[in-house]
């Protein structure tokens, strides 16, 4: 072969490899860019939301896309911001004598129901125009802590309505809400077996439903336990592996469980067994943001938890009360 032919060999070689290296670079740059993406995401830092105004705070719930509402606990005002955006402003300034702990978003009929603490209350408003569309007396209402009197702490929502917590009694009550939207007579639901124990200044706590609403989970913070309510018969049973002190609001996605623990400035994710009868925990969520955490609502994979600033006092002393976003 001559010197001519050897150059022409050597150069279809050259572009025949050429091909496949070009293929892999192209590759290489489509992955980088999302890895990139994930390495951000990971390391995204926590981010903090002032409710403008606020006298205190417990509850929180995601609305609709990036949309939350967070409540004043003692003035029960109803604040609305945007956890993306990292914005928030007063929305409903309720009527005296309401009260704001617990809340959730019916986002097929535009309502948000709110827990009521103490007034022995629940309220039902419209997320749309912020009117009251209903008022609940639920059970006796009086100061925190007084014998007898009902605190009406947390909402979940189930199909055909939702499920109010009393940290006082051993009872769950039951609002059904109508196909169109509008709100029914309320039933009470008397609790036996482990969640029943009302020993303590608060015990039955937070409260999720599984999507079907056939099984509730409710954290007791008297019990520092979790655990499962039968919505017909009242029966509960604890879910072995879910111990947490100073367990507070709760979240359910899935088979993923996330529990607050208030005082203690963390939330831990459990990962639940099929039947909801078993619980390992896997992640244990704290930032330098969190000053005494109630309450969570979930955004994609990122949570969004109220600080109520207990650590200052009850009623709390904090001259400011924040919504922290964290990674779930």
């Not at 892999?24 to 002032?50: N, W």
């Amino acid at each position: 072969m001559d010197m001519i032919s050897r150059n022409r060999s050597f150069a279809r070689i050259l572009r025949r490899a050429a091909v496949p290296l070009l293929v892999l670079g192209l590759l290489v740059a489509s992955v980088m860019p999302a890895t990139a993406a994930v390495a951000a995401a990971v390391a995204r830092p926590d981010e903090v939301i002032v409710l403008p105004g606020a006298t205190s705070a417990e509850g929180i719930a995601a609305g609709a896309g990036s949309t939350f509402y967070a409540g004043d606990l003692y003035k029960g005002t109803i604040y609305r911001g945007d956890i993306r955006r990292g914005t928030a402003t007063r929305f409903i300034d309720a009527p005296e004598r309401r009260a704001a702990w617990g809340m959730k978003a019916d986002l097929r009929h535009g309502l948000l129901l709110v827990a009521g603490g103490p007034t022995g209350q629940a309220y039902v408003y419209s997320t749309r125009t912020g009117a009251t569309v209903a008022t609940y007396q639920l059970g006796a209402a009086g100061p925190l802590g007084a014998a007898g009197v009902s605190v009406i702490n947390d909402v979940a929502l189930v199909p055909g309505g939702a499920w109010f917590t009393d940290s006082s009694r051993a009872k769950l009550y039951f609002v059904p809400v109508s196909a169109e939207g509008t709100p029914g007579t309320a039933r009470t639901l008397d609790l036996t077996g482990p969640a029943a124990d009302v020993t303590g200044a608060f015990n039955v706590n937070g409260i999720q439903a599984t999507p079907d609403g056939r099984t509730l989970i409710v954290s007791h913070t008297q019990n520092a336990r979790v655990y499962t309510v039968n919505p017909v018969t009242g029966v509960s049973a604890p879910i072995e592996g879910a111990e947490v002190p100073n367990a507070d609001g709760i979240l359910l996605n899935g088979h993923r469980l996330w529990v607050v623990e208030n005082r203690n400035n963390k939330i831990v994710r459990f990962k639940l067994s099929p039947d909801l009868s078993h619980a390992v925990p896997d992640k244990t969520i704290t930032s330098k943001a969190f000053g005494v955490p109630t309450t969570v609502a979930l955004f994609g994979d990122r949570l969004a938890a109220v600080n109520a600033h207990f650590d200052t006092g009850t009623p709390p002393t904090s001259n400011t009360f924040e919504v922290v976003a964290v990674s779930a």
